[in-house]
Every structure is written in C-alpha cells, then in structure tokens.
C-alpha cells in the first residue's frame, strides 16, 4: 500500500483547515479559512461529516526547529492533505518569544527583558541550541506561510508539567519555589504565586495566537511531576489535590475558550483512573488520546473520557516518530487505524495526529530540525495518504 503515489485531488473535508464548532453536542465541526490565520479573521463553511482534524505535531520546545524546517513540515503535511501543523513551543524548553514578554504577577511586573532573559536562561539550561528561541516576527512569518498551504497551526504550550524553562523563569524571577515537591518541570498547583506566574504567561500567547485566527490551542496538562519519584498523577489523587488540578485545567480552558480559541489536551492527566469524586473536566476539552496507561499508571479509557462528554482525536503512541527514540515508518503509517486507539475503539473521534518527539533533542546534532525534516516526510506522506482512504 505505503508505494502507491499520494492522491492529486483529496477530498474537499482534507483540503481545508476547520474551525471547531461551539455546537459541541452536534458532533458536527465547521471548516475555517486558513488564508485567513493571520489576519485574525475567521471565515466559515460547510461541510460533511464530524472527522476533519488531521494533524502533524512537532515537538519544537526539547528542539529548537528554525522557519525553514518548520516550513518543510508543514510543506510535507499539506502534500499530505492534513489539516494542522501542531507546534509544541513550550514543551520542557519554551522556543518562542513574544516581542512584549512584560508580566504582571502579584502586583509585580517584570520587565521584557528580565522575563525573556530568564526564559532564554532556562532554555541554556534544558538543553543549549546556537539559537534557542523563535521571535515573533519569525512566528508570523510560520503562521503566514502555513497559510498559503492550506494548513493551521496549533500552538501547545504544556502546563502544568514539562515546563522547565519556565518553571525555571518562575523561580528566578518570583524568588518563589514554584515546583512540585522535587519535580524539576512541574509546577505546585497549590501554589498562588507558581499558578498566577504560569497564568499571566499563557494569557500572553492565547492572546496572541487568537490574533493570528488560530482556532485550537493545546495546554498540554499530561504527565505530572513524574519526574519526581515516581508517577504524579497518583499522588495528586491520594493526596487530595486531583481537584487543584482540575481547577486548574478548567482555568487554563476557561482563558482558552475566552479568547475564541478551543482547548486541546492530552489525556493521562483527565479522569486519572477514572477519578470522578474530585470534580469535573470543561467537556469543550478535545482529548489527544496518546497512552491508556502502563502498569502502576491507571489512565482512563477512550470509551470512559467519551462517555464524559470529551470529542477524542487518535494520537496512538505506537506511532510516535521520536528524536533518540523509537519511530514510526512508513510501512507502520499505513497501518494506522483512525478507529484503533491505544486501549479501546472509538467509532466517532473527531481526528489523528501524528507526533514527531525530540525526546533527546540533540542525538541527531543542533541540525535545527534539518534531520528530522528529511527523514520524516515520506512517513507524513503515507500517514496522510492512509487517513484518507481509510476515513
């Protein structure tokens, strides 16, 4: 099957990127214009059916990844027909700065330059690039491009874990400390200051992403403090602290969803072994269905988070393509299951994704993602090519 050559024509529903509807309990998502994602206008129209999200996400926060490669991804997800470049900006390093990172935390505000300086700091001190971080006018520059291919971006930023150059910004800048326990990129989600610092910072990129007509904004919120001794989820549960968490999430949601933006997550962290007693989740969530857990890690199950109202897009982790780890090929791309999730079957979800980890950021060199470009765009090509005929 993975010889056959692309499709020329795709089908009308993968040739344009969509905008969520706020009719969540219709099941049905509307397409918006990506000629527009820049602007900050939004334009909408029919189409059939509820699949529509094709996703390719990159983990471009453990690597820094420069506009040239990032344009190669999303050159190779458009030729794909897949809807959306996902760019994980903030994921352990934080790889893009604002041209304005002035905060206001607690009364106090840190300047641009002390809060763009202790990003870059913590950036050095995850895992040191000749560049470390996108600018903005870089960034429009993506955004723009992704555009005139018919492809939108999502931008993730993971909180509250995998946060360390922020985390590590936090700490600096507030003399607070913000981490959970000995978690080196988890905030304390009790803690006002470490929540408020990691709050304002987000405002600023929802905000700015909402300008650009991005329609989707993942927050991350997987696998907690489990760098600390041990999984964090189980602990938060034991602990009484799950309901901090879901606080939280629902917050982060609420800013998310204030901004005409829908927020995505990815899903270990909601309903944690179907722990229903500690509150509840904002269903406007869209599940990205990565694990169903390992042992001594009970994650909910696929059918669990949809029977709670959650839309789930397929982001199987047997098909990860990770920097320094195991990766997807093209023979497995053709394999892909849209309906197959990790744990369970799913008849409805509303999209797939595949990732492209930078686990060890630099085994393959400071390439700036020219590697990783290469070697997986003919793997993005069949997993496009599969989710069209098997869809």
């Known amino acids: ?3 056959k050559e692309v499709r020329v024509v795709k089908r009308f529903k993968r040739a344009m990127p969509i905008l969520l509807s706020a009719a969540m309990a219709a099941s049905m998502l509307l397409p918006a214009a990506a000629a527009n994602q820049g602007s900050g206008e939004t334009t909408t129209t029919a189409t059939e059916g509820s699949y529509d999200k094709s996703i390719v996400m990159v983990d471009a926060g453990r690597k820094y990844f420069s506009v040239d490669s990032l344009k190669s991804i999303i050159d190779s997800a458009s030729s794909a027909g897949m809807h959306y470049v996902m760019l994980g900006l903030g994921n352990d390093g934080m790889r893009f700065l604002l041209d304005d990172m002035t905060l206001t935390v607690g009364g106090t505000t840190y300047t641009d330059k002390q809060v763009s300086d202790a990003i870059h700091a913590g950036n050095e001190a995850y895992s040191d690039f000749e560049v470390d971080e996108l600018t903005e006018a870089e ?15 999502v931008p993730l930023i993971n909180t509250p874990g995998h946060m360390d150059s922020i985390l590590d910004a936090a700490e600096a800048l507030t003399g607070v400390d913000c981490a959970y326990g000995t978690s080196q990129r988890t905030i304390d989600i009790t803690n006002e200051t470490a929540t408020s610092f990691t709050k304002a910072f987000l405002q600023k990129y929802i905000t700015y992403f909402a300008s650009k007509g991005c329609t989707l904004f ?15 989820f189980p602990k938060l549960v034991a602990n009484g602290q799950y309901d901090d968490f879901i606080k939280y999430v629902n917050e982060v949601s609420a ?6 933006m829908t927020p995505m997550a990815f899903n270990d962290g909601i309903y944690y072994d179907n722990t229903t007693d500690q509150g509840t989740f904002d269903q406007d969530i869209i599940i990205c269905y990565w694990s169903s857990g390992w042992w001594g890690y009970d994650v909910a199950k696929p059918a669990f ?26 023979d497995k791309a053709s394999q892909f299951d849209i309906n197959n999730f990790m744990g369970g ?26 590697a990783v470009v290469g070697k997986t765009a003919p793997i993005i090509s069949l997993f496009g090519q599969t989710l069209d005929e098997k869809c």
Request: hydrophobic share 35%; aromatic share 8%.
């Open 218 to 232: 993942n927050m991350g919120v997987d696998e907690y403090a489990n760098d600390a001794g041990g999984m964090g």
């Open 255 to 260: 800013m998310v969803k204030e901004a005409g």
């Open 305 to 330: 988070l949809a029977e709670q109202g959650h839309q789930l897009v397929n982001t199987h982790g047997d098909w990860y393509w990770i920097v320094g780890g195991n990766k997807c090929t093209v």
């Open 345 to 370: 079957t799913i008849e409805d979800p509303v999209g797939a994704m595949f990732c492209i980890w930078c686990d060890m950021a630099d085994s393959d060199g400071p390439d700036e993602g020219t």
């Open 139 to 153: 960034m429009n520059e993506i955004l723009s491009y992704a555009a005139t291919k018919g492809v939108e971006i």
């Open 1 to 3: 099957m993975y010889h």
